[in-house]
């Protein structure tokens, strides 16, 4: 699983960082975990959540986990 540490920017940038990265990731790997945050990353985690917002060929689902600021992509 690769990992992606996106809190602390503006949704704008953490969607450039995340989709540049998604699109940068060998076939192999299955998972991104992006941390995005849950006090001040709200809106960076709506982003990370909403299918709308952030498209990638590559996101077969998200996996909510117990921690609030992470959000796992799955990918194909």
Request: no cysteine; glycine share 6%; proline share 3%.
């Amino acid at each position: 699983m690769e990992e992606i540490d996106v809190h602390g920017m503006s949704v704008l940038e953490a969607k450039k960082v995340i989709e540049k990265m998604l699109a940068s990731l060998p076939k192999e790997v299955k998972e991104l975990r992006v941390i995005h945050g849950y006090s001040s990353g709200n809106e960076i985690k709506k982003m990370v959540q909403d299918r709308n917002s952030l498209r990638s060929k590559r996101i077969m689902a998200r996996k909510y986990t117990k921690n609030p600021g992470e959000t796992i992509l799955l990918l194909v």
